[in-house]
């Protein structure tokens, strides 16, 4: 298996899929690729500044409360652990970056997991990347990004705590930030708006999965 995307347009799903998720179950912890699970289905990531919602976005996805550690302290997560969805691909929680009080060896072994993860999984299908909606897009998130671009790794955008402004300081929020990213990238890669607490964009997030899914294995048939 290795990467299935190279440009935004063929990230854009055909056909929606309908996507439930009827079980998710702990697949193991890892600091590098060779500690992944053996087991191997396509990967879709999830990873964002330290506080920006992960672990609760991951949990509202996954109906599960306690799946992914939730905490007022931002940083928790040290890891890329690893779900299996359906017993049909992973979800993959990766550590935040941007922890300003973590120590600079701390930053720099987190920002390794994470390169390590990002660069080398065969698996990863796409990268979801979460940016607090209710703030300008930060030089880090931004750093971030045209490190992904560089890289060539598949990404959506995903804006989150999407409940605490209201609907129009929202969409000019959002707008606001699509015309900063589109300042460097021709086309706008995928992007969703969520709220843990509402359950907004839930549906549309793995829906869009759901369809990713369906056409590798479209692909896969051919």
Same mark, same amino acid.
């Given at each position: 298996m290795s990467r299935f995307f190279s440009t935004f347009a063929d990230l854009i799903p055909i056909v929606q899929q309908d996507m439930k998720i009827t079980e998710a179950l702990f697949a193991g912890s890892s600091t590098r690729i060779s500690e992944k699970p053996k087991q191997k289905f396509p990967e879709f990531a999830f990873i964002g500044r330290s506080n920006v919602g992960k672990s609760s976005l991951i949990n509202m996805l996954c109906n599960n409360r306690k799946l992914a550690m939730t905490s007022s302290t931002p940083g928790k997560t040290r890891l890329v652990n690893h779900f299996l969805v359906n017993r049909q691909w992973y979800l993959v929680d990766l550590p935040g970056y941007g922890y300003a009080k973590m120590s600079m060896s701390g930053r720099q072994k987190l920002a390794q997991i994470i390169r390590n993860y990002i660069n080398l999984s065969q698996e990863l299908v796409m990268l979801f990347v979460l940016i607090?909606?209710?703030?300008?897009?930060?030089?880090?998130?931004?750093?971030?990004l045209m490190e992904l671009g560089e890289a060539r790794i598949p990404f959506g955008i995903i804006f989150t705590k999407g409940d605490k402004l209201g609907p129009e300081a929202l969409k000019r929020q959002i707008q606001k930030n699509v015309e900063t990213i589109l300042g460097f990238?021709? /086309?706008?890669?995928? +992007?969703?708006?969520?709220?843990?607490?509402?359950?907004?964009g839930k549906e /549309?997030?793995?829906? +869009?999965?759901g369809s990713v899914l369906e056409s590798l294995g479209k692909d896969t048939d051919k």
């Open positions: 607090d909606s209710r703030h300008d897009i930060g030089k880090a998130d931004m750093d971030f990238w021709e /086309e706008m890669p995928p +992007y969703f708006i969520s709220s843990s607490e509402k359950g907004m /549309e997030i793995l829906d +869009y999965i």
